[in-house]
């Protein structure tokens, strides 16, 4: 008897914040690909709740109204600012 895959319908991320775009999580998006198709996209002001902890320095992403996810996922974080230089000064 084959057993059904595990579906998962929401995912918690938690990430070090420092360093990414504005450091505190309020540009960055979350794109979800599954069997290589796009099957969700969130930011800050859609379909993600996110939640910087300046104290740990790391970033919490709630997502909602994610489909259900199975086999092969990909998840890709986006950021709109710029990063930061590793070019030295001087």
């Known amino acids: ?8 319908t929401a995912i918690d991320l938690t990430a070090r914040a420092a360093g990414v775009g504005k450091g505190n999580g309020s540009d960055v998006k979350v794109q979800i690909m599954m069997k290589s198709h796009i099957v969700f ?4 002001s ?3 709740w996110i ?5 740990t320095d790391s ?4 997502l909602s109204n994610c489909p259900p996810l199975y086999d092969d996922i ?4 986006f950021s ?4 930061p230089s590793t070019e030295p000064t001087g």
């Open 1 to 8: 008897m084959k057993s059904s895959p595990a579906i998962q």
């Open 46 to 48: 859609k379909n993600c």
């Open 41 to 44: 996209f969130c930011s800050a």
């Open 80 to 83: 709109s600012s710029a990063l």
């Open 59 to 62: 970033v919490t992403i709630h």
């Open 74 to 77: 990909k998840v890709q974080f």
């Open 51 to 55: 939640l910087h902890d300046a104290e």
